[in-house]
Each structure stands twice: as C-alpha cells, then as structure tokens.
Nanobody, 120 residues
Framework: QVRLVESGGGLVQAGGSLRLSCAASRSIFSINVMGWYRQAPGKQRELVASIASGGRTNYADSVKGRFTISRDSAKNTVYLQMNSLVPEDTGDYYC??????????????WGQGTRVTVSS
C-alpha cells in the first residue's frame, strides 16, 4: 500500500501559477503510473496529467502547454506545475498511484485532495 498526501492548492488569480505536490509514504520507483486528477463542482473526476515509471507523460488537451507533471523518486514526490491558470481549472485535485503486476494485480491509491480555486 501507499499513502498519498497532496499539498499546494489555494486561491489564485487567472493567469497565475501554482505547484501541487504529492508526497508518497513509500518509494514510488516501482509504481507504474502516477497521476493528477481533478474534479470540478458538479462534474466527474477527470485525468489532468500522468507520468509513467519510465518518464513518459500524458496530459489532458485542456492543460497541454500550461501544466507540467514531474516526479522525484528520491523524495517519493510527484509535482504538478500549473501555469497560466484559468477559472476552468478550478476544482479538487487528487493524486493517484496506479500499480499493476502479475503477482499483485491492479491497485489504485488516492490522496485526500487539494482544492484549487482560480478567480477571474
């Protein structure tokens, strides 16, 4: 198992930046994919960005060119740098750890979320 704790959310004006952090309780070296999801009020949770163990990244179209996901395995932490924020980026942001193996099957772990509010 792995416990995830997000931080870095807050209130920011449109055009501003925030950096979210996701600290894991153990090494993330072996975790297949780390991701950031967000859930806007009244909407379903959606994938924002993910990074695989090999370093490959994936972004939602709405954040490409503005957000950057990275991982620091030495610190067991994943980051989401968010620039040029717009009000549509408002929501609760959740960190996810996705692990799959033939031995253990598939496991998904979630943090408690951190709120991002972008004012116009």
């Amino acid at each position: 198992q792995v416990r995830l704790v997000e931080s870095g959310g807050g209130l920011v004006q449109a055009g501003g930046s925030l950096r979210l952090s996701c600290a894991a309780s153990r090494s993330i070296f072996s975790i297949n994919v780390m991701g950031w999801y967000r859930q806007a009020p009244g909407k379903q949770r959606e994938l924002v960005a993910s990074i695989a163990s090999g370093g490959r990244t994936n972004y939602a179209d709405s954040v490409k060119g503005r957000f950057t996901i990275s991982r620091d395995s030495a610190k067991n932490t994943v980051y989401l740098q968010m620039n040029s924020l717009v009000p549509e980026d408002t929501g609760d942001y959740y960190c996810n750890a996705h692990q799959s193996s033939l031995l253990s099957g598939v496991s998904d772990y979630w943090g408690q979320g951190t709120r991002v509010t972008v004012s116009s």
